[in-house]
């Protein structure tokens, strides 16, 4: 069975801080991983994928097979950041599996 | 370009009504289709997918059931409707069978249960 666990809600950080949403997965193949963003008003739409190891909007994400996760790291973060945040693996079938997502707040 | 559309964009009905929400894809052929259910604290759960004409499989039990009669159109619904129904369903497509796709997702549609 694959499952994608995003241990948190919420965070809320300041702007200029520096921010990671965690992800965890569990899956017997090879996993190939995603992060989705929803900002307000907008649809939920691909943020980046680990097979790209591109940094878009400033976020990365480095697949560690080790401890099994995907963290979505930002350096600074940015007002235009805060949106809901969702990790997704892709198993069988081209199947994509989310977790629960995080709302990211960024004050100013 | 590829675009997905998604109707209604909300919907109010009585309990024990029937449901159909539409979904379509334009611009691709043989995509993997899917619907979702979006609830507050429990994240995206997938309800049905779809990798070809009349192929669809179920990923939990409920009172819904999805159809797909052309390549680029997936159908949710419902003969009888509940409370526990209410909540916001997104379409989505990959291009399929390729696996490693983002998924494309509609507006979704917002439903009511009274």
């Known amino acids: 069975a694959q499952r994608v666990t995003q241990p948190e809600k919420l965070l809320s950080v300041f702007k200029g801080a520096p921010v990671e949403l965690k992800c965890n997965y569990s899956?017997?193949?090879?996993?190939?991983l995603f992060w989705y963003v929803q900002y307000s008003r907008q649809r939920l739409q691909l943020l980046l994928r680990?097979?790209s190891r591109e940094s878009i909007k400033g976020f990365t994400a480095d697949l560690n097979k080790g401890e099994t996760s995907f963290h979505l790291k930002k350096p600074f973060a940015q007002e235009e950041d805060s949106a809901m945040y969702y990790c997704?693996?892709?198993?069988?079938?081209?199947?994509?599996?989310f977790g629960k997502g995080i709302t990211l707040s960024v004050r100013p | 370009s590829q675009t997905i559309h998604q109707w209604p964009a909300t919907l109010v009905q009585p309990v024990g009504s029937p449901l159909s929400l539409e979904c379509t894809v334009e611009?691709?052929?043989?995509?993997?289709l899917y619907w979702y259910r979006q609830a507050a604290g429990r994240g995206l759960q997938l309800l049905f997918y779809?990798?070809?004409?009349?192929?669809i499989s179920s990923e939990v039990p409920q009172n819904l059931s999805a159809s797909r009669p052309q390549d680029r159109q997936f159908i949710l619904s419902s003969k009888k409707l509940l409370l526990s129904d209410s909540g916001f369903y997104l379409c989505?497509?990959?291009?399929?069978?390729?696996?490693?796709?983002?998924?494309?997702f509609g507006d979704g549609t917002r439903l009511s249960i009274l």
């Open positions: 989505a497509w990959t291009k399929g069978p390729i696996g490693n796709q983002p998924q494309h």
């Open positions: 899956y017997s193949g090879s996993p190939e």
């Open positions: 680990h097979i």
């Open positions: 997704a693996l892709n198993g069988a079938n081209s199947k994509l599996t």
């Open positions: 611009g691709t052929s043989n995509p993997n």
């Open positions: 779809s990798v070809g004409i009349g192929q």
